[in-house]
């Protein structure tokens, strides 16, 4: 069974607190966008992931969701995964969680399972923050360390252009730093307002991520890229999830397309990808 995953991105990004358990309680504004893995699942003797051109460590989230739903529903069956990588590893893009959500879904349709969106976030979670989310696919407000998901009624779509440097940025490391940071918090509720008015005025005064001054001290090349992407045209700049990549917007399609040509002279990795659905 061939299958898509398709990247997200965060539009506001809020840390709430560090949890007694070490986890970190968010609350988010989370879009999906254009950028998607191709993935292949067949049944196979034994377990396999193969990922082209790159070697994926024991514990990736592809495996872990396979163990996850033999566990939960019993299965005897096992999978071959094939993965085709579009999303940037280390960009805060959710690259590995889609993989993850991808496979959960097209495993359950390949053994015939029905289950209720809201209880594949509880089990999913279990494999990665993103992954509810990723199960969703759709507009929503996300809290908790990711696994409550509250869909935001809107069809509302845009492009924006997606830059991903040469270096990523390690999720562990950027929250690691939170606390001895000076944390802001963004004002998701208005954000929140700004995509069910699909008010993009409103959207460029208050989307923001608590994460970005954190991983500007950890890579302080993000200031180059930033200014890179200003003076390709683009008005508002913004880091998705944990980074590396950074999100650059403008309501005019001939900044968009005139800055993603003089961006892709520089780096490796620019895309006009298309936000929503």
């Not at 024991?58 to 872990?64: A, C, F, R």
């Not at 996850?68 to 019993?74: A, I, P, Q, S």
């Not at 976030?121 to 494999?127: D, F, M, N, R």
Request: charged share 30%; with cysteine.
């Amino acid at each position: 069974m061939q299958v898509e995953a398709r990247a997200k991105i965060n539009l506001a990004l809020d840390v709430v607190e560090r949890m007694d358990n070490g986890y970190h309680s968010l609350d988010m504004i989370m879009a999906p966008i254009s950028i998607s893995d191709e993935i292949d699942v067949e049944k196979n003797e034994v377990d396999e992931v193969i990922c082209e051109g790159m070697k994926l460590p024991e514990n990736n989230t592809v495996s872990k969701m396979i163990q996850v739903l033999k566990d939960t529903y019993h299965l005897n069956s096992c999978f071959k995964v094939s993965i085709k990588k579009h999303i940037p590893a280390q960009a805060g893009l959710g690259g590995g969680s889609a993989d993850a959500a991808a496979v959960c879904k097209a495993i359950l349709k390949m053994e015939g399972i029905e289950e209720t969106e809201e209880n594949l976030y509880e089990i999913t979670k279990q494999v990665g923050a993103d992954v509810p989310f990723c199960i969703h696919d759709k507009w929503a407000r996300v809290k908790g360390i990711g696994e409550k998901i509250m869909p935001i009624d809107s069809d509302w779509k845009f492009d924006v252009v997606v830059v991903k440097p040469e270096f990523g940025i390690s999720t562990t490391n950027a929250f690691s730093k939170w606390k001895e940071s000076r944390p802001f918090h963004p004002d998701v509720d208005l954000v929140e307002s700004s995509i069910r008015e699909k008010n993009m005025d409103l959207l460029y005064q208050t989307m923001a991520n608590a994460l970005e001054p954190i991983a500007f001290e950890i890579e302080p090349e993000l200031n180059q890229v930033k200014m890179d992407m200003e003076d390709a045209g683009l008005v508002r700049i913004l880091m998705s999830g944990s980074g590396s990549s950074m999100l650059g917007f403008s309501v005019d399609e001939d900044v968009i397309s005139s800055a993603y040509e003089q961006l892709k002279e520089k780096y490796d990795f620019v895309e006009i990808v298309h936000v929503g659905g």
